[in-house]
């Protein structure tokens, strides 16, 4: 049963900033386990039954490389610092590969944590698609009042990445900023406070997910063209 993160969890992360050795999380291993990816293991499984009111199909899978995120960096590109000092958790829907899927995210760490709906990345396949999706002149206006409207509720949406419009697609259609992404989400971010330590987070997250849900819902039918 989930009943809130840790706060010893949190400890934890704040430790391993100051100390991100690989010997000193070994020597932590069962702390990490019982504050934190146990305690992980429990949020997934009650966020993805409350997620099913919104849409079936989904996977929340609560074991690491599925829903819950690998503690360690890749060590080709950080020897110095191998592990995480923020953890992250996913639930997709689709069969594609969970991170070039739509999903529902979080992600905490000793600094605060950050919620979010959609695709945060994507690699030039999908890329193709997103912007293949987006000739569609009704599909790309939708996606704008999306973002506008959840701009209006306080949501963040990703920075342009690219400064050259694709050759099809005219940079003058007032909607163009959108061929630029290079990813398809919007997010809040949050301090540490009381409630993220009880079980009310779930509810409180799952109603952030619930103004986020048309545009996770645009995401993953976009995955699906």
């Given at each position: 049963m989930f009943n809130g993160f840790s706060r010893d969890g949190i400890k934890l992360l704040d430790e391993i900033a100051c100390n991100n050795t690989k010997e000193y999380f070994l020597s932590q291993k069962q702390r990490y386990d019982i504050e934190?990816?146990?305690?992980?293991?429990?949020y997934v499984e009650e966020m993805g039954e409350y997620l099913q009111?919104?849409?079936?199909?989904?996977?929340?899978?609560?074991?690491?490389?599925?829903?819950?995120?690998?503690?360690?960096?890749?060590?080709?590109f950080h020897l110095d610092r191998p592990i995480?000092?923020?953890?992250?958790?996913?639930?997709?829907?689709?069969?594609?590969?969970?991170?070039?899927?739509?999903?529902f995210y979080i992600h905490y760490s000793a600094h605060g944590y950050?919620?979010?709906?959609?695709?945060?990345?994507?690699?030039?396949?999908?890329?193709?698609?997103?912007?293949?999706?987006?000739?569609?002149?009704?599909?790309?206006?939708?996606?704008n009042l999306i973002y506008k409207n959840l701009q209006s509720k306080g949501y963040k949406i990703p920075a342009a990445?690219?400064?050259?419009?694709?050759?099809?697609?005219?940079?003058?259609?007032?909607?163009?900023?959108?061929?630029?992404?290079?990813?398809?989400?919007?997010?809040?971010?949050?301090?540490?406070?009381?409630?993220?330590?009880?079980?009310?987070?779930?509810?409180?997250?799952?109603?952030?997910?619930?103004?986020l849900f048309e545009l996770q819902q645009f995401a993953y039918e976009m995955t699906l063209s």
């Open positions: 934190i990816l146990n305690i992980n293991r429990a009111i919104l849409t079936p199909n989904l996977s929340a899978e609560p074991k690491v490389n599925y829903s819950l995120f690998k503690i360690y960096r890749d060590s080709r995480k000092e923020r953890i992250g958790i996913i639930i997709w829907q689709g069969s594609g590969h969970r991170m070039q899927s739509s999903s950050f919620i979010s709906a959609g695709i945060r990345w994507f690699k030039p396949p999908l890329l193709k698609v997103y912007r293949d999706y987006l000739q569609d002149d009704i599909k790309r206006d939708r996606l990445k690219y400064k050259r419009f694709p050759r099809d697609c005219s940079k003058d259609d007032s909607n163009s900023y959108l061929y630029l992404l290079d990813s398809l989400y919007a997010y809040k971010e949050f301090t540490l406070d009381d409630r993220f330590f009880t079980k009310e987070i779930v509810e409180y997250n799952f109603k952030i997910y619930e103004e």
